[in-house]
């Protein structure tokens, strides 16, 4: 089956064929696996910038395609790396503990390693008891699970409470914005069993490995690669076909799709869940290259900038969505980075640090306004001077 | 001297065995205590001075006090000096000068800190008959802060002769509070307690307080006193209690079972169990057993037997006060008083709610109008808030009158966001009617160009923005209830504008067009409206009030980059929870809100971070029942 | 024969205003049953009652062998029971194709896994070349539905009622804005359905209303005012007030 959708949808082969030949390019120019040429910290970055891609391509199933405009995204995306990072942080300072107490004669009961844990972990927020919520911190399956459950469940319900009551458009964006804030004000308590803003910390090591930053990096690197292009691939999926005709036609007009005997609400709903679980993931696989994760990450400005990737990248067209993450988010760091020069007006000097957010800001404003179709838009005038077809 | 005159009536009162002795032989007679002060000797020497009954004896006590004392060694006289050196000496019954000495003759008497706070606590009599009112109060203040036994009676003396009815009546509240805390007679000091039950002042209830002070004791029996209450201590403070009381013997905590054990390790054992056994708990525990059954050390002590020692002892705690007449007076006082505090805490409770609701109002209406034009709620509504704080703030570094710069910055803060927001509607909001979300996308990226411009412009430190000195304080009810007059005004203001957006809407043409529009774009451009031009003004009304509100804000709280953001959420929920284009769901929406968000900070007074956290799931869960608001319109009008 | 729909006692009110006023009707199954009343006489409001779209305050709804009624259903679930409905503006979905729209109107299971893992099958071209035969859009398969005339749409929007392969249809003003070849094709269409289902009409133009030749209900203030053929009820004196008196 996978076969006939793969063949019937060409584009989907040629992103795939340009994220292998980049992958590829970067393995060779690393530092672990090639000439090094590209240092650790940019591949980290390539990488991290791979896991917002999965994210927008989710935000533009789910906005471009469904009409969503989730403000709520990003935090699935949180929640993910939260979960991933507890297994890390607990199983890091599991073996940090373990080996410092095996210096005494006597051997350490398990409460003793636990207390030790528990002070590490949490004597930032003065406190040293494990939360309930880090029951299964020790276990890898455990949180890797939970890396798609969590999110997902979350999504269910939300979406569920929300759709059934037929909140719609601006409304409904609000609402999942609202649902961002809460959480990120929640995770701010130190109270909240997950080390208040201090966050999850020291991600970037793989406990029980001795494998340097630089092949960690380029695994991530993979790993990020391999789940955007499964990812994308099942995206792809979700929006050819018949699915993508309903999906799509919800967001043109979501009582028609009713009267034709519809259940707009599970289909919404599915869209909704499907995408915070791919969010998840792309979470869990961004934090450990990023080393950290803080409330700060989940705050709402965060999914709202997810959506000015998609926007500017053009909406409802995948690859749009990569394309919107990947500029917008390299940019973001060539300018916040220093790296664009700064600009003497002579009675002013525009330093770009201070005045990026003002330039993506208006220049949002102005692709909003000017290029609703966004760079992929760009694709469709050389589509159409060359072939004129009905393809969507 | 006018004040040697009313010291003169003192007398009447004090001098009840008035000696005709001289002050400078009773000081003579102290002579040591006096020039060699120490807090527990110099009591006699002042219960002396006063039962001299002079009147230069407050005199002599304030300068002592204040170091103004000086012996001289020649003749081992006391007095003050005056002038340079050789300083003249001043006799200190008479005033005048006697004689002159240099500096090396004299010897200044310096009381240390103890000794001048006794010195004080006689002086006190003598002030609460001071003409000067300011310093009856300062002596007042000085019983109020710390009350004591022998300001009893002098305080008692001087309310007859009290002239003032606003002092007098501090006096007889304070007189009451000390009769109960020190009062002789059981019953006087009851009923003092039972008049001051009705008292909510904080000074009355640490009178309560002081009354009721208990200390903790264990014992194996109850001993006879004026018990407080047995208390049931969790085990381990209830054993750690035991032992430092010397009831009990110390148990090893687990850590010290452990060095234990590693100090008695014994080829690779430890009372014959093997070490790498060790880290279950129970083995430890049986390899200790067998280290003491060998006699090598302590008996372990078990849990059973700490719960034994715990059981044979009973905790309690005990009233200082011994009389349990009065104890039971002043809990029952307590009871009554935090009874009626409680309910003026939800008095000033509301009050506080009011007032943010009144914030809340001021940040929302003017969202709300600009949600009837856009249909959309405007994102950048917070930072024409924070436009607006800026605004006052530039105002008050030109105008440095407050009263003015305020007055001046209310229409001027108006007239910039509105000129905003007009720009805003021509250039953007304009060219994306009929489409939504990307409106409020636009909104977005408005919102985060100006937030960075305006910590590029002003830096990301707080600015201050000063209210006028006729706005500082509070209108203070009592102790409990008291509503700052900054809260006040912005009620005010939100009243007024409450007002002025009812009038604009219901009683203007520009309301009147403003409702066509809003209702039915079509049908009023076809009667000769023009959508174009109500559009852009009710965006720069909506704008403008924004502004105003700012400056309100920026009043109370402090104007940062970020204030917008920190208002647009609870302002788009207080639109959306109270009914969108409507002013009444508007102001249902704030007050709502304003109510919750203070009851749950009373509920959880620790953490407003999880007041946020709560209100905001509330509202989910509220748009889940009310999608359209608390003010919804209903039927084919509300549309799809 | 027992009715396919009965409506029985039906009110609404919108904010004081009573849209429909004790409206009871039924009809069977097949069967072609024309609505008309002057503007605001609640002929949109009774599609929206029946649809799901609309909760009346009293009354029943009733449909089917079992009776079941329909009230507290939701739209979609309405649709499933085999009730579709025409919009009085053509609602397709213009971004697509007309393929995908009579695709997705197509009878078939409408669960979101369902459709996910829909597969493309003969049978289902088949039908679609079928309706599109019927309606007279072959030609038109491949092209966006945004870029058909309004004629098309109109079409189009009856094809995919019938893809629906609904037992009731509900029309609202078919023949609005249509040029008269475009009016006689859609009476023919609405004509053909109802030999095996039952076709409910709303229309204003009494023309094509006696084109269609079917049994007549005037609603009027939310009720119904006569019934029976075209020349019944236009020589009731009540309905020539109600038509002519305004």
Same mark, same amino acid.
């Given at each position: ?5 793969? +063949? ?138 939970? #890396? ?18 037929? #909140? ?45 930053? %630089? ?20 995206? !792809? ?20 799709? $009713?009267?034709?005997? &519809? ?11 499907? *995408? ?31 959506? #000015? ?84 | ?17 008035? !000696? ?163 009062? %002789? ?62 009831? @009990? ?25 093997? +070490?790498? *056994? ?8 049986? !390899? ?101 704080? &800026? ?25 910039? *966001? ?11 909001? $304009? ?100 959508? %174009? ?80 956290? &709560? ?22 009008? !509300?549309?799809? | ?8 006692? #039906?009110?609404?009110?919108? %904010? ?93 299971? $409408? ?6 893992? &829909? ?55 078919? @023949? ?34 006696? $084109? ?35």
């Amino acid at each position: 089956m996978k076969n006939s959708f793969l +063949v019937t949808n060409r584009s989907v082969l040629v992103f795939l064929l340009c994220l292998a030949l980049f992958t590829l390019g970067v393995t060779v120019l690393a530092e672990a696996t090639g000439a090094g040429v590209i240092s650790t910290s940019f591949v980290k970055t390539l990488g991290k910038t791979l896991c917002l891609c999965l994210i927008a391509i989710a935000m533009d199933v789910v906005w471009g395609y469904c009409g969503i405009l989730s403000l709520g995204h990003f935090a699935f995306f949180g929640i993910g790396g939260y979960a991933i990072g507890m297994w890390l942080m607990y199983a890091r300072t599991h073996d940090i503990v373990v080996g410092s107490l095996s210096n005494d004669v006597i051997p350490a009961t398990s409460a003793e390693i636990s207390d030790a844990i528990g002070t590490q972990i949490f004597g930032v927020v003065g406190s040293s008891e494990f939360p309930l919520i880090w029951a299964f911190a020790h276990s890898l399956p455990l949180q890797l699970a939970a #890396v798609v459950i969590v999110p997902g469940l979350l999504a269910l319900v939300f979406g569920w409470l929300a759709f059934r009551s037929r #909140v719609t458009g601006v409304y409904l964006s609000i609402l999942t914005q609202a649902m961002t804030l809460a959480l990120s004000l929640y995770l701010f308590q130190n109270d909240s069993g997950l080390r208040g803003n201090n966050g999850l910390s020291g991600l970037q090591n793989m406990p029980g490995s001795d494998l340097g930053q %630089d092949v960690l990096s380029i695994r991530f690197f993979w790993a990020s690669a391999v789940a955007l292009g499964l990812g994308y691939v099942l995206f !792809a999926f979700v929006i050819s076909g018949k699915m993508g005709s309903v999906i799509r036609a919800i967001r043109d007009d979501e009582a028609r799709v $009713r009267f034709l005997g &519809y259940h707009v609400e599970s289909y919404k709903l599915f869209v909704f869940t499907i *995408t915070a679980m791919v969010a998840g993931i792309a979470g869990a696989l961004y934090y450990p290259q990023a080393g950290i994760i803080n409330p700060a990450e989940i705050a709402p400005i965060a999914s709202i900038y997810l959506a #000015v990737w998609v926007a500017i990248g053009g909406r409802g067209r995948l690859y749009g969505a990569v394309i919107g993450a990947t500029f917008v988010s390299l940019l973001s760091s060539w300018f916040t980075g220093g790296g664009a020069p700064n600009i003497d007006l002579g009675f002013y000097e525009i330093v770009w640090t201070d005045w990026w957010l003002v330039l993506l800001g208006l220049s949002f404003v102005l692709v909003t306004l000017l290029f609703p179709k966004g760079i992929g838009g760009l694709f469709d005038y050389i589509t159409i001077n060359r072939e004129k077809g009905p393809k969507a | 001297m006018l004040r040697a005159l009313v010291m003169a009536v003192s007398i009447v009162v004090l001098a009840a065995a008035a !000696a005709a002795q001289d002050l400078q032989s009773v000081l003579r007679t102290h002579s040591e205590e006096i020039a060699k002060p120490s807090r527990r000797s110099v009591q006699v020497a002042i219960d002396d001075l006063i039962a001299l009954g002079q009147p230069e004896v407050p005199m002599f006590l304030e300068r002592w006090q204040g170091k103004e004392v000086y012996q001289w060694d020649t003749d081992g006289q006391f007095y003050y000096v005056d002038g340079a050196d050789p300083f003249d000496l001043i006799d200190i019954s008479t005033g005048e000068v006697v004689g002159q000495a240099p500096k090396g003759e004299l010897s200044q008497i310096k009381p240390n800190a103890g000794v001048r706070g006794v010195i004080g606590t006689a002086l006190v009599q003598f002030q609460l008959q001071d003409p000067d009112p300011e310093r009856r109060i300062a002596a007042l203040d000085a019983i109020a802060r710390d009350g004591s036994a022998d300001q009893l009676e002098p305080l008692a003396a001087s309310i007859d002769a009290e002239p003032d009815a606003a002092i007098r009546a501090r006096k007889e509240s304070l007189l009451q509070m000390l009769t109960a805390r020190f009062g %002789d007679a059981t019953e006087d000091r009851v009923a003092a307690i039972e008049a001051l039950s009705t008292e909510v002042s904080v000074d009355a209830r640490a009178v309560m307080n002081q009354i009721l002070t208990s200390q903790n004791g264990v014992a194996t029996e109850l001993p006879d006193a004026n018990i407080a209450e047995i208390r049931e201590p969790e085990f381990a403070d209830a054993y750690a209690e035991l032992v430092a009381a010397d009831l @009990a013997e110390p148990a090893l905590s687990a850590d010290e079972i452990k060095s234990v054990l590693a100090a008695n390790i014994v080829e690779g054992r430890v009372g014959g169990i093997p +070490v790498s *056994t060790l880290s279950d708990p129970d083995a430890r525990i049986a !390899a200790y057993q067998a280290l003491a059954d060998a006699g090598t050390v302590a008996p372990l002590m078990t849990q059973s037997d700490m719960q034994a020692a715990i059981d044979a002892h009973v905790f309690y705690s005990v009233y200082d006060e011994p009389i349990a007449a009065v104890t039971d007076a002043a809990v029952a006082a307590l009871k009554h008083m935090e009874l009626k505090v409680g309910a003026m805490q939800t008095a000033d409770l509301a009050m506080d709610a009011i007032s943010l609701a009144s914030i809340y109002f001021l940040a929302a209406i003017g969202l709300a109008v600009t949600f009837g034009v856009m249909g959309v709620i405007n994102m950048a509504h917070g930072e024409f808030i924070m436009m607006g704080a &800026y605004t006052g703030y530039v105002i008050q570094q030109i105008i440095p009158d407050y009263t003015v710069s305020i007055i001046v910055a209310l229409p001027v803060a108006f007239a910039v *966001t509105f000129a905003a927001g007009v720009a805003m509607e021509r250039l953007v909001i $304009r060219h994306l009617y009929k489409r939504p979300l990307e409106t409020l996308l636009a909104t977005f990226g408005i919102s985060i160009a100006l937030q960075q411009i305006a910590k590029n412009i002003f830096g990301t430190q707080a600015r201050p923005l000063t209210s006028p000195a006729w706005l500082d304080g509070a209108l203070v009810f009592n102790d409990v209830v008291a509503i700052s007059y900054i809260r006040i005004a912005i009620f005010v203001l939100a009243v007024l504008f409450l007002c002025l957006i009812l009038f604009i809407l219901k009683k203007t043409r520009l309301g009147l067009e403003v409702r066509a529009v809003t209702q039915n774009p079509g049908m009023a451009a076809s009667m000769g409206i023009n959508p %174009d031009r109500i559009n852009m003004l009710t965006f720069g009304l909506g704008s403008g009030i924004a502004g105003i509100a700012g400056v309100a804000i920026g009043l109370y709280a402090k104007v940062t980059s970020e204030m917008g953001a920190d208002y647009i959420v609870q302002s788009f929920m207080t639109v959306v929870v109270g009914g969108v284009g409507n002013v009444w769901g508007t102001l249902a929406g704030a007050s709502l809100i304003g109510f919750l968000q203070k009851g749950i900070e009373w509920m959880n007074p620790s953490n407003t971070l999880a007041a946020q956290t &709560y209100m905001i799931l509330f509202i989910i869960i509220f748009i889940q029942f009310r999608p359209k608001g608390i003010v919804a319109l209903k039927g084919r009008a !509300a549309g799809n | 024969m027992s009715a396919l729909l009965e409506v029985s006692g #039906v009110s609404v009110t919108f %904010d004081g205003f009573r849209a429909i006023n004790n409206l009871s009707l039924s009809i069977n199954e097949p069967e072609l049953r024309a609505v008309i009343g002057p503007n605001g006489a609640g002929k949109t409001t009774f599609m929206d009652i029946i649809t799901g779209k609309t909760k009346p305050d009293t009354g029943h709804v009733l449909w089917g062998e079992q009776s079941r009624n329909l009230l507290g259903m939701s739209e979609s679930a309405i649709a499933r029971e085999g009730i579709g409905r025409k919009f009085q503006k053509p609602t397709v979905f213009e971004a697509q194709t007309v393929r995908e729209n009579l695709a997705m109107a197509l009878k078939n299971k $409408r669960g979101p896994f369902d459709v996910l893992f &829909y597969r493309k099958s003969a049978e289902g071209a088949t039908r679609i070349e079928e309706l599109a035969a019927e309606v007279g859009l072959t030609e038109q398969l491949p092209r966006t539905a945004g870029e058909l005339s309004h004629g098309q749409k109109q079409w189009l929007e009856i094809g995919m009622l019938l893809a629906q392969d609904p037992r009731l249809l509900l029309v609202d003003e078919p @023949a609005a804005g249509m040029t008269p070849a475009e009016r006689e094709h859609t009476t023919d269409l609405l004509v053909r359905a109802a030999k095996t289902r039952a076709v409910i009409v709303v229309e204003h133009d009494m023309e094509f209303v006696r $084109r269609l030749n079917c049994k007549v209900t005037v609603l009027h203030e939310g009720s119904v005012l006569a019934e029976g053929s075209l020349d019944h009820v236009t020589a009731n004196p009540q309905v020539i007030e109600v038509y002519l008196g305004r």
